[in-house]
């Protein structure tokens, strides 16, 4: 055990902590000695998440009694913007740290949108700099070398898996880029809300943040890149009867006389050596029951009725690559292990 | 009971059928004389649909022990291309019998659009003509003077009560236009597919029918007729983990300028007097809970983040608006009752 | 409309308090004047409960601010506890009121049981002792005469129709009866908990309240009724992944050389005539979607393989026959109405 | 791979044989080299079953097609009834082969009540002779040295957990044990069957096969062991809105002048050292949201109301413990492993 590398999870209270804790605890190469949850400090894991009580963990503490020198590599599941200062707080006491941060605060590389979209400065300007998106298949080289990644959101990486290479290739046209996403209500945590009771959110549909998501400039942001110029997409969640899973169906234009096979092919060719990203064929519907508890990500294209026009369907388990999975993919590369390492549990279906 | 208008209910076995005979039982102008049922004929309606216990009702028979002269209108909620001869029949043997379809048979008044859609010549040609298209808020006059009414899919009645406005104000172009639709199971109906059950649709989602569902010709007539020209649409619909509820999200260009406040007023203007289509103000959010058991309609606007853009959200309860009770809003108008007669139950939530 | 019922509803913005608004608006001879809700004071319905927007509604008010002379009669849908000194101050001032209270409040005849339970003295004595216990199949004369009903709580609806014929036919032994009961989590109120998110409530269950939980004195209270001398119950209910619906399933023994069939009959003889209350055939099992959103209720009895001993299982609708239903089912009483005024929805299924 | 120990998975297109195929790939010691599926032979996996399309697998096979030379361990999870003469045939061929049956065809040890609950005469006496009841907790050293292990129904790993030490110990009286059970919908299988569907089976609970459930004999059998002598039981399984998981709530009789405190000492005790059985204190109330897709068991004791009684209550995943786990914790014992080998995955929740 002396040789593990030791981790800390803050924000072990929530969803995303928790189902960190979950992987790390079968990783063969963490060793868990920090959790934190805010409201929950002082109580035992095994009183705030039942079914972690099959093992042993430390007790929750405030992020204030963290000895930082303690640990090798902090994972940050905090709300977004309380997690700059403490990551400026982590560095400052530890600099040979690296963090994972699963939070909002570190994805926008433009100051201007941040304080647009979360209402206030950025207060770990450098840092920004510094930080590395973490959308693992696509920014694989500068994560294995970095100190801080800014994992991406739950939409964006469901997004972004199936138009990075659509947009990128040339094949799917950068405007009018329509995201319909639908998501499970763990994506929106376990504070209680009433709109989440299960008399509410169960047995019924609704979109929310209609055409105003924080996911949306994360996706802007990144698909511009593959664009080579500025867009902006039009994206709509919608909260689904369902704890876990996230599905997006995006609708594109063809663009340099591609077709939808042509669209299929430059995904298949972007992931053909990815370990857990999977183009299906034409045939084969992605569905989320696919891909639950695991971080493996299904993408299909499908030709649309309008000609000229295709659909592309991603899928992935919310917590896991949409998360907690791909921080752990993250902290893989950063700390030069296998990248696969820990993340190979199969989906759990039904 | 001897003035009340006689029905009866072919394809009682099914989720659509049961449900009209649940409104028919509390409407008081009907009397349920005749119940049928392919494969349940000789059993009690108790026995197949336990929640219909509680009132007296025939038990099923097949088609052919029907009386069509006992009988002064028969809703027929039988799967596609069974119900043209049977119609025929009907008016054969009593020509002053009405007859509400809920089927897809009669919906689409191209007999080559038909063909290519169903895979067989259409059967009953000279009725076809004589159809109307049940999507009452838009044929309410035609309605009201036929003897053969062919009421809408339950995904063109939510996607044309929220498009067909749009469209015909000009306020959204007619190209483009991209229907994301997500459906509880009892759309699938009742016949036991694997897919279906709790353990596979349960807890998860997945598109079906990815631009290919039957269901697009149906909007692409209606759609083509607002626009006064033809149109082609794209339409996915989505399988989502509850038994009942509809939401549409519509993604649409603007034109003529119109800013989504326009595109709202003027759905707003188009429902302004109608019973059971409400469009909400820009604040309130569709869901599916809110019209849940009911023939309530609910349609929202939204200014989409793409400038030039609107999204149209609209929800409806498949088995009623989006059929039972679409249907007897239809009867109502054919024989001259009161529309909402029977109808007026309001929402069941939670 | 004048000579309409004034009806006032206490805690509308609860789950009991908006399904009685669902059926007293469709209800002949109500008329909703007052609707309170604490925390909602001033909001409209149609904000707290968008299923409601579909009909006019007074807006939400404090208590405070109700004229009790301009209501005849008074739904009380508040958490427990509260309203004694509230229905004391209705008669004080308008002696003429009837009221019809759905909370545990009034319940209990005994004031040091009731003091043991919920831990404060009683603070309407003189109101507990008129008070009605409004299990109307039991009690129908005494409501019809009452000014003051105290509706059973939604578990000992669902036992208490089960077992008190069974005990006081002499059929079933009044010692060691096990209830092991099943709700939705509707039953557990609208206030937001973080056991009851879609997350933590759905798929999985679990007891809750085991052996101690507060329903269990006022089945005593009853059942020792039927015996005639005092009893104490096992009494465990589960939570279920569902909203609606309420199963209990007791197991008793057979007296007096009585069979399960002996056993059945006494229910059946005791319900003939009830219009809510079936008791079911032999080969019928009971299910909650047999009556869910309609104030029925089914009750099977069934041999036990341990020789003299019985199964007796029986669903109700929670929020209908277990609150709200009930509620106008003795409203219709107190009124001389006829007492299936208004309530006679069918079940809604799926 | 040359030493890992070869597998069969007989029945891998239910969900016992996939889970138990989801397991034993990430399972160091075991090699799939055979699968088979009845009307599913010719597919691949990925196409039954896509959740698994993420690692490489044979393609389904019929049992005729299996050369029994070729693996080391078979595990079947076929139907009941179908099993013995296959079982008897892989001996033939193979003697060296072990067995694990998920099937219920070598459970009971009495021939005369296998036909009477199955109604058939038992068609493999000799091995129903040698095989050994695979309730792993109780059977260890037996399950180590056999070639034939007959694991447990899902009902009764959950039921005979806590009710073995419960009666050995003497604290629980073998008489009048009401065991009340509760499971999700995985537990009837993959077929489709209508009253599984999610439209029929989700919002809704209830009992079935009431008093009348094949799992009541084999409780009785272990039971009766654990007793001294023969006995009978109330069992009543609830089918509940949920995919996996299931709840025992068993109401036992104090004795011998045992407190429920007693009781959870004996269990306590007969499980200190268990890897997968926990029990709980007094103030923790099992869910099945606690051990979902793992092999753990919760158990916790609590008084009842009812002086001199208690109540046990027990979860279990049901494909997991209830069947695959087991099976797989069985292996291990059977091939000299460590126990928990391939099972120490932790519940996955939400």
Not at 85 to 91: P, R
Not at 137 to 166: F, K, Q, S
Not at 272 to 286: S, T
């Amino acid at each position: 055990m002396t040789d593990r590398i030791r981790i800390g999870v803050l924000g072990a209270s929530g969803y995303t902590g928790s189902d960190l804790v979950r992987l790390a605890l079968r990783h063969p190469a963490m060793e868990i000695v920090t959790l934190t949850g805010a409201t929950q400090a002082g109580r035992s894991m095994a009183d705030v998440f039942p079914h972690l009580a099959f093992a042993p963990l430390p007790d929750l503490v405030t992020v204030d009694e963290v000895d930082w020198m303690a640990v090798d590599a902090v994972f940050c599941g905090l709300p977004h913007g309380t997690t700059q200062e403490i990551i400026a707080a982590i560095f400052a006491a530890n600099p040979k740290a690296k963090v994972i941060d699963m939070s909002a605060d570190f994805r926008l590389r433009n100051p201007e949108t941040y304080r647009e979209w979360y209402g206030h400065e950025h207060r770990a300007l450098a840092l920004q700099d510094e930080a590395v998106y973490g959308l693992t298949e696509h920014y694989r080289d500068a994560i294995a070398r970095a100190r801080l990644v800014a994992c991406p959101g739950c939409y964006p990486t469901a997004a972004l898996l199936a138009l990075i290479p659509a947009v990128a290739s040339g094949a799917a046209a950068p405007d009018d880029i329509v995201i319909d996403a639908k998501s499970g209500t763990t994506g929106a945590g376990r504070s209680a809300k009433q709109n989440l009771l299960l008399a509410e959110a169960g047995e019924g549909l609704s979109p929310y943040s209609i055409a105003a998501h924080r996911h949306a400039p994360e996706m802007e942001q990144e698909l511009s890149v593959a664009a080579g110029r500025a867009l902006t997409v039009s994206f709509t969640p919608h909260l689904i009867p369902m704890s876990r899973g996230e599905l997006c169906t995006a609708y594109v234009k063809l663009s340099g006389g591609a077709s939808a096979a042509d669209l299929r092919a430059a995904l298949a060719s972007a992931y053909r050596d990815e370990p857990f990203v999977k183009v299906v064929a034409e045939d084969v519907i992605p569905k989320t029951q696919n891909v639950r508890g695991s971080n493996y990500v299904q993408i299909g294209v499908f030709a649309d009725r309008i000609p000229g026009r295709a659909i592309i369907v991603s899928v992935i388990d919310n917590l896991v690559k949409g998360s907690a999975g791909q921080a752990i993919q993250n902290f893989n590369l950063m700390f030069g292990r296998v990248e696969t390492e820990g993340l190979l549990q199969l989906p759990m279906f039904p």
